[in-house]
């Protein structure tokens, strides 16, 4: 019955490495976004999909690649990851960018 | 000036009290405006909207002040379960997007 889930919960990977999470909301909305949230626990958006279309894309280095294969997925694939990536990962969807939005459990990210 | 302002705290109360939070914004088009409550290694999860003629639900009153474009979050009779960080959220007019507050910690002692 979870409303927006993703997976893994944990992840653990040395540098260098290409490893993807992903994402799924059961709610019916038309926005999902990716939120990175780091060791000083600020909470900043790096992706929004609204109806599967890149909405807002934060000055992600180009190693993050987010993929929406239809509105209710939304995956992010990190290739040739780095020390500076570990963090937690959130996933979130939203009827609309200005509504309320949906947290997923977040994925724990450490790069080794 | 930040695009969303929260004094970080921690605010350290006992059980029973009156502890208020309050948050700034700069955008004066910012339309849609949240609370978020976020426990230790959790994910965000809402706690309330705002509205402009402010709301409460049980314990929690949330106001906006748009003149002054800040929005505040007060708790009654604290519960020890009500330690956690509380997210100041606000949408950012013309971007389609939400922006977070750092939170505010909360510490309710016994």
């Known amino acids: 019955d979870t409303a927006v889930s993703q997976t893994p919960k944990y992840l653990v990977t040395q540098m260098g490495n290409d490893k993807s999470i992903k994402c799924e909301q059961n709610?019916?909305?038309?926005?999902m976004y990716w939120y990175k949230q780091d060791s000083k626990k600020f909470l900043k958006i790096m992706f929004s999909?609204?109806?599967?279309?890149?909405?807002i894309n934060e000055t992600v280095p180009n190693r993050f690649s987010p993929k929406s294969p239809d509105k209710a997925h939304l995956n992010l694939h990190i290739n040739s990851l780095e020390l500076g990536d570990s963090a937690v990962y959130f996933c979130?969807?939203?009827?609309?960018?200005?509504?309320?939005?949906?947290f997923g459990q977040g994925t724990r990210l450490t790069v080794v | 000036r930040k695009e969303v302002e929260q004094d970080p705290g921690p605010f350290n109360v006992p059980e029973g009290a009156t502890v208020a939070f309050n948050c700034t914004y700069s955008?004066?088009?910012?339309?849609?405006f949240f609370w978020y409550r976020q426990d230790c290694r959790k994910e965000p999860k809402l706690l309330m909207s705002?509205?402009?003629s402010g709301n409460e639900d049980g314990r929690f009153t949330a106001q906006l002040n748009r003149a002054s474009q800040y929005i505040s979050l007060l708790i009654r009779d604290s519960k020890l379960s009500d330690s956690a960080t509380y997210l100041c959220?606000?949408?950012?007019?013309?971007?389609?997007?939400?922006?977070f507050g750092t939170g505010t910690r909360l510490l309710v002692s016994p």
């Open positions: 979130a969807s939203s009827q609309d960018p200005n509504t309320e939005a949906f």
């Open positions: 709610l019916g909305h038309d926005t």
């Open positions: 999909y609204n109806n599967k279309e890149l909405i």
């Open positions: 955008n004066s088009a910012s339309q849609s």
């Open positions: 705002v509205y402009s």
């Open positions: 959220v606000v949408n950012k007019a013309g971007f389609q997007k939400l922006v």
